[in-house]
């Protein structure tokens, strides 16, 4: 690991102003889970360049949950664990609360945060490993297209030379609750649909999500009492400790025993969470007690898809099938 | 054979005072309040810090090595490569391919190619990623399949089989075929399996004039000892190797590796100590792995259920060279596990560019009855035959090379015992609903051939203060030796347990007991020998304390840990207070004795297993098992249970989850961390993993024990597949069986 300096910012404000005074040489720091992670392990290009500044973001104060009008606003830096704890959030968004509960151990989501989720690295092997070089890494070509397991490459197959897939757990999850994320730079607040962050994550040799260099991620907004049922399933391959090999983020709003809107969100199939509006549509407006869930699941990933890709194209609709029903019932 | 007659064997029909008792580990405080000192803790004043170079390439050549960079990195001492390494007298390994400890020519990815020394192990990462190496490729072989395809590049010799085809055989196996009512033919395949021990390789070298001390993390400090001062071409009064307490072995560190050589080299050029520890990642490539195998497995039986033949043909991957190709496969242990008269069995090792396969726990007979025991089941199912059953009518009574009667075969005993255990109620596999989460059980047993005799010292010790010392040259690896060895010698001696303490892992200070603790041998190799040393310190006790209370030598009999007069107990003398009177110590030295004639030691067991399997994801849990095993006689019933918990979590991770993932173009090994290489964790546990005693008498020596440390993963495979089968009527032959490969045969069957 190359030697760094680490600076505490005040705020997100005195944050900003750090990463213009230091270049392109700074990067944001929040627990440091995943970012030491590719310090130390030397995945040279995955951080371009080498960080000589860091900014620590866990003093900036920023790890705040307060209501602003009927959104419930998430501080960037809250862990995952005082959000699985906080009575508004438990309340407000239970499929956070299930979501969370799977990721990583609880060692990981006492430190670990919002933001840090939302903006990790993906987990492809190639991308991971030291000696190897990969279009994400700044170099050319996609060596996990070139070794052809389909076990490592994604069930969604798109434009892009990239096919690794988004290990976060929390970005399905916000996509169905229809969140927006709150970005702070230096010409002042931006929001961006959190369906929109990962814009061309396959396309793009930095990073995943499209958020500018000098800019500060500073909170995720969640409207309230909108979806009336929600339901989050994981599946992975080891018990826990496990990034997702495929997952579903499911929210309906339910009236008069008819479903008036709802949200099919993939998770672990591509670079970005994927809404699944073949089968969204073939839900909305139906009576919920009709709703026949094997059906929404084999109507959902149409021929559009990938192959096989080693089971996880029935895992997925497995999971559809399920979330569905349990958000349904709630 | 310096080895001594036996004593009157331990009766097996009544219980013994310590041995077969619940004894809590030896070692256990010192390890949980972290007292315990491990090689990785040792750091002598002055020791620097070595890191490795390793290949970036499977196949080719070192041309040049630029260390102009990392040279300026602060604190960096010296950086040494193929053209400058010292190289030792020996070469690493006897035969005549070995490879230097440093060289250039690279046979595999992540192969030794030098090695950076700093001051701190910081400043040698940091100066070993500056350092730069330009290759000369060469086309490289990194599969099975990659090495017989017909235009593969041979990689030494006339063609990439080590050493041709190598055949087992017992009967006559056309007779077989010509007999059978049913015959089943199958494929089945086994992955590389890595032993990720908590404490990665390494060492501390450490130069004394002309003596090197080296802490090490490994299985054997005298047979690395032995090795070392070969290498080096020293006598082994100069090497001296310290391995107190070591973070698990299971194979991995039984052998001499390119890193001892190359920490006591560095050691010397730099007159400094140096510590050389593996990383995680490294840990993957130090430790070498099980090998990969595939087989295709052919069974005959009569309608009754008798077997009639069993036909295989085995492939293993052997790695570069002929050294260790012997563990690319094999095929006999699973030979032994039935009576079945005519067998054959044709191995093919074969060559590719990757790490030579060392010893796994079980290594070659996890690979074998993994796959044996489900074809077993194949069978049975298609005699329409409970596979409990079809098994307990196919006992074998005479190991079949040596053809000579087991000196003791508990496994009708594991069968029954288990059975009942687990409450075994067979019922065929149900056709499954779209997405149900199914549940079913499955049986697995295990042979595994034991060891009869090896030369073992050992010695049992009085000090003045009474306490007692078991002395065993030997490295405790977590098995218990710590413990079991001084139940032994109480037993023995007639004293209190808490009376001894064990004294083992330094090589100057221990007779030598083995040269490395693997094949469940230890406790059947040492425990006689300390039964032995334990006799001849009573005898010397009896001898002394006579003198010493000036009586005639039937006049005294020990009483506890005293000798006293036999006409009055009340005139006697201590044990401490005899060492004290005769030079502070009393020492009774003893040989392993010899073992019977006309006997085959073998471990058996068997296991039961219950799964649940969910169709809608192909994801299984192992809800519990119950592991019946035939040790001869369990020294340590609480040290028994652990085994068998880690043998089959091991055997279940084997099984259903562990694969490491090579990429096919650059030859490196892509999930070398411990979050992409998937062992079981807490949420992967079954509810219980019970251990049931299946031990029968055992006549391969006086004490009546052999091992318990291999097959409890063995049995582990094969069962839990077989649950599988069971649950969803779909087989998978494949290990380990994931998600997809369950869900790949669930979709087989429906389009069936």
Partial sequence: MTPFRLIDARSAAHAMTLLAEHGPAARLIAAGGDLLDLLKEGVAGALQPAPAVLINLGTADMADVAWSDAKLRLGAMATLADLAAHGDVRAA?????????????????????LGGNLLQRPRCLFFRHPLIDCFKKGGRGCPAAAAGDPRLQPVLVTAGPCCAVHPSDLAPVLVALDAVMEITGPSGLRAIPMDELYAGAERNPRAEAVIAADAVVTAIQIATDVFSGQAFEKFTVRGANDFASASVAVAVAVTDGVVRDCRIVLGGAALRPVRSREAETVVIGRKAAQIVTADIANAALPGAWASDAAGRIEVLRTLIARTLARAIAA | MRATTPPAPWPSDRPLRVVGHRAVRASALAKVTGRARFASDIAPVGMLHAILLRARIPRGRVLRIDTAAAAMVPGVVRIVGPFDFPQPPGPLYPGSRSRPAIDAEVRFAGEEIGAVVAQTSAAALNAARLVRVDYEAHPAVLTMDDALAPDAPILGGESNIVSGVDTLACGDIDVGIAAADVVIEARYATAAQHHNALEPHGCVAAWQDDVLTLWDSNQGCHGIRERLAMVLGLPHNQVRVVSDYVGGGFGGKIHLKPYHVIAAQLARLTGRPVRLFMDRREEFIASHQRAPTARSIRLGATRDG??????????????????????????????????????????????????????????????????????????????????????????????????????GNGLLACYERGAAAFGWRWRPPRRCGERDVVRGIGVGAVAYDGTLFEESHAEVAVRANGRIEVRVGLTEIGCGADTIFAQIAAEALDVPLRLIDTHFGDTHTTPRSIDSTNHSRTTTVVGPAVRAAAQALRRLLLEHGARLLQAAPDQVVQHGAAIAQRDDAGIAITFGEIAAATGGVVVGAGERERPPDG?????????????????????????????????????????????????????????????????????HLLNATMWAYRTPGFADLPASIRFV??????????????????????????????????????????????PDKVMAALAERSRA
Avoid: W
Avoid at chain 2, 313 to 321: D, I
Avoid at chain 2, 368 to 391: G, K, S
Avoid at chain 2, 711 to 724: H, K, T, V
């Fill in chain 2, 693 to 738: 005693d299946g031990s029968v008498p055992d006549r391969s020596n006086s004490l009546g024990v052999k091992g318990l440390g291999e097959p409890p993963l063995i049995a582990a495979g094969a069962a839990i597949a077989n649950a599988i089968f069971n649950a969803t009527g779909a087989r998978v032959r494949s290990y380990p069986i994931t």
């Fill in chain 1, 93 to 113: 968004a239970p499929m956070l609360v299930e979501a969370i509960g799977r990721i990583a151990s609880p060692q990981l989501r006492n430190v670990t945060t």
């Fill in chain 2, 306 to 407: 008798r077997l009639t033949f069993i036909d295989q043909v085995v492939r293993g991957q052997a790695g570069p060279t002929d050294l260790f190709a012997r563990n690319a496969a094999g095929a006999a242990n699973g030979m032994r596990l039935h009576g079945c008269t005519n067998m054959r069995a044709e191995i093919r090792r074969v060559h590719t560019n990757t790490p030579p396969p060392i010893p796994f726990r079980g290594p070659t007979a996890a690979e074998d009855i993994f796959c044996l025991e489900q074809a077993i089941d194949e069978m049975a199912h298609a005699l329409d035959l409970d596979p409990l059953e079809f098994r307990r009518r196919n006992i074998a009574t005479v190991e079949p090379f040596a053809r000579l009667p087991y000196a």
């Fill in chain 2, 599 to 667: 006997v085959f030691q073998a471990m058996f067991g068997a296991h039961f297993v219950e799964v649940e399997v969910d169709t809608g994801t192909g994801r299984v849990r192992v809800l519990r098992a119950v592991c019946a095993h035939d040790a001869g006689r369990v020294v340590n019933p609480l040290l028994a249970e652990s085994q068998v918990h880690g043998g089959f979590l091991q055997g279940m991770g084997m099984a259903l989850l562990e694969e490491p993932l090579v990429d096919p173009i650059s030859g």
